[in-house]
């Protein structure tokens, strides 16, 4: 299996397609949307709001979304998301047409937007096992985040451009023709599987009575009962697959101890250590989203050598060496190599974890469990931006990079003693192989 064979696929090109634009739209977005309130308010204290009003929401709708959409149809829920958003942000841009958009206004359609967006991804992230074989879903998971980190560096230059050419009204018109195009290949895509009709892994792995039973509890989850219950069915479903439920811990903890040394290390690293400004940091982030991509393009060797549980491990204690180096870089470019590298190992702790629950959980229950795992992921980088703003406040730069490399060099070895000796993802490299 390779990219170009997966691209054949109608389904996954179609959704592929309308991600890459929507991508495209959402940093070009995020680059104008920072600016564009900083220059109406010139207040630090407008854009930390704003901040404010872009995560919040998901940290309290992101479990109750994943539970709503196992009891939705997937598609429809992806066509409102998409239809939703466009609407919010056409209202900003006529506003800002004509002179009149506010700070308030500018907050709750962040509110809305990512509110929506926690409905969107897990009801898409559900669609990839239900359409396409086991073994192509890591690769569908990576090239699908590979050109999502290739669209933010591309995206983020133009909004850039953009906004110092006073083009602020159509940075937002731009993301909201994103959202719209983004529908059409989601309704293109045509009826997707039901879950209640006991389609995909579910009908594959429980035929005759037993099937019917699946069915009947399917039927259940999604038209009655408290949807409290159903996240709690969704934690007991990842903490009863142990490897899940460990993988899932396992980054976690690697996104505590390491997403504030990127998010506020990095800055001060090439500002104190570096003795650089705004440019350099910008050259780092790239050399990190670079790398990132360049995981994605080298996931089909990787599957090879090892299996989904053990690239966890393997993405961790390449962090952690990473970072370790990172204590030490002399000079730009040697930072720039280490940083890219850095990025390489993130992407490793990343999608296979969204790729084991994507082939271990049910059907009728895949996008609450994505929501757990997506829930999890982003609580434990605000913790840990918080955690490292902290540290970075009375302890040397060195001293925390290489203190945290050490860390997840623990971390790493801990994950791979753990996960070791299962068998998950060995069909997966046989069929990659061929």
Not at 25 to 37: C, F, N, R, S
Not at 274 to 283: F, M, N
Request: charged share 15%.
């Amino acid at each position: 299996m390779t990219y170009r064979e997966l691209l054949r696929h109608r389904g996954y090109s179609l959704l592929f397609s309308g991600q890459v634009l929507s991508q495209l739209g959402d940093a070009i977005y995020e680059v104008g949307i920072v600016w564009l309130v900083y220059r109406m308010t010139g207040s630090a204290s407008a854009l930390g709001w704003l901040a404010f009003c872009q995560s919040v929401p998901f940290l309290i709708c992101g479990l109750l979304a994943g539970a709503f959409v196992d009891r939705w149809d997937r598609r429809l829920t992806m066509l409102v998301s998409d239809l939703v958003r466009g609407v919010a942000v056409v209202y900003l841009a006529v506003r800002y047409a004509y002179g009149s958009l506010t700070l308030a206004e500018v907050c709750a359609a962040a509110v809305v937007l990512t509110t929506a967006r926690a409905f969107f991804h897990p009801a898409m992230r559900a669609l990839y096992p239900a359409m396409l074989k086991r073994e192509q879903l890591l690769l569908a998971n990576s090239l699908s985040e590979g050109a999502k980190r290739i669209c933010k560096i591309g995206g983020m230059v133009l909004g850039g451009v953009l906004m110092a050419q006073a083009q602020g009204g159509l940075v937002l018109w731009v993301n909201a023709m994103s959202f719209f195009l983004s529908m059409l290949t989601v309704y293109a895509f045509g009826k997707t599987p039901s879950t209640a009709s006991g389609t995909g892994r579910d009908k594959v792995a429980a035929p005759g009575r037993l099937q019917k039973s699946r069915d009947s509890e399917q039927r259940s989850v999604r038209m009655s009962g408290s949807i409290f219950r159903e996240i709690g069915s969704a934690f007991r479903e990842v903490y009863n697959q142990r490897m899940v439920f460990y993988a899932i811990l396992i980054s976690s903890l690697g996104l505590v101890i390491s997403t504030g040394l990127i998010k506020v290390g990095l800055p001060l690293l090439a500002g104190v250590v570096l003795q650089g400004e705004g440019d350099e940091y910008g050259v780092l982030m790239a050399c990190f989203s670079v790398g990132m991509f360049m995981s994605a393009a080298s996931m089909r060797r990787l599957a090879r050598q090892f299996t989904i549980l053990q690239l966890v491990g393997v993405g961790w204690l390449c962090y952690g060496a990473m970072l370790f180096l990172l204590s030490f870089a002399p000079t730009l470019w040697m930072a720039c190599l280490v940083v890219g590298a850095t990025g390489f190992a993130h992407f490793l702790t990343d999608i296979p974890v969204t790729t084991l629950i994507q082939q271990t959980m049910p059907m009728h229950r895949m996008s609450a469990c994505q929501s757990v795992w997506a829930t999890a992921s982003f609580g434990s980088e605000s913790v840990g931006v918080a955690l490292g703003g902290t540290v970075l406040g009375f302890a040397t730069i060195g001293v925390c990079f290489s203190s945290a490399g050490g860390l997840l060099l623990l971390l790493g070895l801990v994950a791979l003693i753990k996960l070791r000796g299962n068998g998950q993802n060995v069909l997966d490299r046989q069929t990659l192989s061929e």
